[in-house]
C-alpha cells in the first residue's frame, strides 16, 4: 500500500513544481512579449496538442507511464528556458515539440493513477470506483492548487518593474469601463479601437525582473522533474501490468479511435467540451475583460491565486464527497454552480462592482470545474478500464481542441456572446451527462438480472436432480439387494 501512495505523490509533486512553473510563463506570454510571438506559440502549442492526444498510446507503448511523464515534464523546463532568449524562431519550434509531448504526459498521469488506485483497490478490497474518485481528486487537487504559488510569485516578483500609469491613463481608464464584463452593453464597444486600462497593453517590465521570475520558474520545474524519477515505480514493478508489446502504429492508433465510436463516449464529448472552453475563457476573456480591465495588470496573479484555492478545493471535495453522495450529486452541484455563476456575469456592471465580485467570481468557476473534472476523470477510467490509454487520449483530443476555440472566440466574439455559447454547451452537457447516468444504470441492472436468473436455473436444475439421484440411489440399492439373494442361493446349492 505505501508504494501506492508514493507513486502518487510522485505524480502529485513533480506535476505541482513543474506545472505550476509551466502555467505561470503561459499566463505572461501575451504581456511580456509585446509582439504576436507569445500568442503565436500559444496557438502552435494547443494545435499540437490536441492532435498528438490520438497519438499518446504509442509514447505510452516505448516508453511507458513513468518516463512519459519524465520527458513531458523535461520540455516544460526546456520551454521555460527559451523564454531567457524569446525569438520566434526558437519560441515557435520548441512549442511544436511541447505540444506534442506534453499530451501523452496527462494520457500517461492519468493512467498511472487510475491503474494505481484500481491495483490497490484489489489488493485491499475497498470499491473501485470511490478510490479512483478518490486518487483523481488528490491528483487534480495538486493541478489546481499549483497556480498559486506560480502566480503569487509572478506578482511579487514582477511588481516592482512595472512602470507606473500616468494620471492621464488612470483617467481614461476611469472611463472606459463599459469595456469591461460580459453584460450586452461591453458589446457595443467591441470593435472600438481600445487598450484595455492604463496599465494592460501599455504595461512595461524591466528584462532582470523577468529574468529573475524564469529562474525561479526553471529551478522550480527541475526538482518536480528530479522528483518524479525519484518517486515513480514502472507499473509492471508493483501492479502485475504486462509491459506493453511492439505493435504496429496502426493498432497503437485503434484504441483511440474504439473509444471515439463508443455511444458513453459521445454522451461525454458536450461536458469535456465545456471544460475546454471555459479553460480557454478563463486564461482568456475573464483576464482580460473582468481583471485586467477593472483591476489592471498587477492584480492578475492575485486572482489567479484565488481561483487556484477554489480549484484546489473543489478538486479535493469531489473526490471525498462522491463516497457518501455519489457521482451524480457532484455533476449536478458543478453544473448548477457553473450555471449561476455564468448568469452573475452577464448580469454584472462594472461601474456598480464591489471589490470582492471578481475573486467570488474566479473561485466559483474555479470550484465548479474541478468538480466536474474529476469526476469526468475517474468516469473514463472506470468506463474504459480495457483501454485507459486510448480513453484519455480521446478525451485530451476533444478538451484542447475546445480549448482553442475558447481563445478563437476571444478575438472573433464579444464577452457577452461567449458567455451565451458557454452557456448553451453546459446546459447541452447536463442533458447528455444525465442520459450516460440513466444508460449505466440500466446496464448495471441488466446485468444483475442476467446474473440473478443464471443462479435461478441452477437452482431449478438442482431441485430437478434431486428427486432423479434419489431414485437411482434407491435402484443401485434394490439391485444390490437382489444381487446378494441370488449369491446367497448360489451358495446354499
Known amino acids: 500500500m505505501e508504494r501506492h501512495w508514493k507513486n502518487l505523490l510522485g505524480v502529485c509533486g513533480g506535476l505541482f513544481l513543474s506545472y505550476g512553473s509551466f502555467v505561470t510563463v503561459i499566463s505572461l506570454q501575451s504581456s511580456i512579449h509585446q509582439d504576436s ?16 492526444c490520438l497519438f499518446a498510446p504509442i509514447f505510452i507503448a516505448k516508453l511507458g507511464t513513468k518516463w512519459t511523464m519524465v520527458f513531458g515534464m523535461l520540455c516544460w523546463c526546456i520551454y521555460i528556458a527559451c523564454n531567457f532568449y524569446p525569438e520566434s524562431y526558437i519560441l515557435l519550434p520548441v512549442s511544436t515539440l511541447l505540444g506534442v509531448f506534453i499530451a501523452p504526459l496527462w494520457v500517461a498521469e492519468a493512467t498511472h493513477i487510475t491503474t494505481t488506485a484500481m491495483h490497490l483497490a484489489s489488493t485491499t478490497g475497498q470499491q473501485a470506483d470511490d478510490l479512483v474518485s478518490r486518487f483523481t481528486g488528490i491528483y487534480l487537487w495538486f493541478q489546481k492548487f499549483s497556480a498559486i504559488p506560480g502566480n503569487l510569485i509572478s506578482s511579487f516578483v514582477l511588481y516592482g518593474g512595472i512602470l507606473q500609469p500616468t494620471d492621464n491613463q488612470v483617467n481614461q481608464a476611469n472611463q472606459s469601463l463599459d469595456h469591461c464584463g460580459g453584460a450586452l452593453l461591453s458589446c457595443k464597444h467591441y470593435a472600438d479601437d481600445y487598450n484595455g486600462n492604463a496599465t494592460g497593453h501599455n ?126 450529486a457532484v455533476f449536478s452541484i458543478g453544473f448548477l454552480s457553473q450555471i449561476v455563476f455564468l448568469i452573475w456575469m452577464l448580469l ?110 441452477l437452482d431449478e436444475v438442482k431441485d430437478l436432480l434431486q428427486p432423479l439421484t434419489r431414485e437411482n440411489k434407491m435402484a443401485a440399492s434394490d439391485k444390490d439387494d437382489v444381487v446378494t439373494d441370488v449369491t446367497e442361493v448360489e451358495l446354499l446349492t
Open 37 to 52: 510571438r507569445g500568442i503565436a506559440a500559444l496557438v502552435i502549442y494547443n494545435i499540437c496538442h490536441a492532435l498528438a
Open 348 to 457: 454584472w456592471q462594472p461601474h456598480q462592482a464591489h471589490d470582492w465580485d471578481i475573486y467570488v467570481m474566479v473561485v466559483g468557476l474555479g470550484a465548479g470545474a474541478a468538480l466536474r473534472t474529476t469526476q469526468i476523470t475517474a468516469l473514463i477510467g472506470i468506463l474504459f478500464a480495457d483501454n485507459k490509454e486510448g480513453a484519455y487520449g480521446a478525451h485530451l483530443f476533444f478538451h484542447y481542441i475546445a480549448y482553442s476555440l475558447g481563445f478563437l472566440l476571444n478575438i472573433f466574439l464579444c464577452t457577452f456572446y461567449q458567455l451565451i455559447i458557454i452557456t448553451s454547451i453546459l446546459v447541452l452537457a447536463m442533458v447528455t451527462y444525465y442520459v450516460l447516468e440513466y444508460d449505466i444504470k440500466q446496464t448495471l441492472k441488466e446485468e444483475k438480472c442476467k446474473k440473478e436468473t443464471k443462479f435461478v436455473h
Open 203 to 328: 504595461i512595461s517590465v524591466d528584462p532582470t525582473f523577468t529574468s529573475i521570475l524564469f529562474g525561479i520558474l526553471l529551478g522550480l520545474c527541475v526538482c518536480g522533474m528530479l522528483l518524479a524519477i525519484s518517486l515513480i515505480d514502472t507499473l509492471p514493478s508493483f501492479c502485475d501490468v504486462a509491459p506493453s508489446k511492439k505493435y504496429k502504429v496502426k493498432s497503437l492508433l485503434l484504441p483511440v479511435f474504439q473509444v471515439l465510436k463508443t455511444y458513453h463516449f459521445a454522451l461525454l464529448v458536450p461536458a469535456i467540451v465545456l471544460n475546454g472552453l471555459e479553460l480557454g475563457f478563463y486564461f482568456g476573456t475573464f483576464t482580460e475583460s473582468f481583471i485586467s480591465c477593472t483591476r489592471g495588470v498587477a492584480n492578475i496573479g492575485f486572482v489567479m491565486a484565488t481561483g487556484g484555492i477554489g480549484g484546489a478545493v473543489g478538486a479535493v471535495v469531489s473526490g471525498t464527497a462522491v463516497k457518501y453522495t455519489g457521482r451524480m
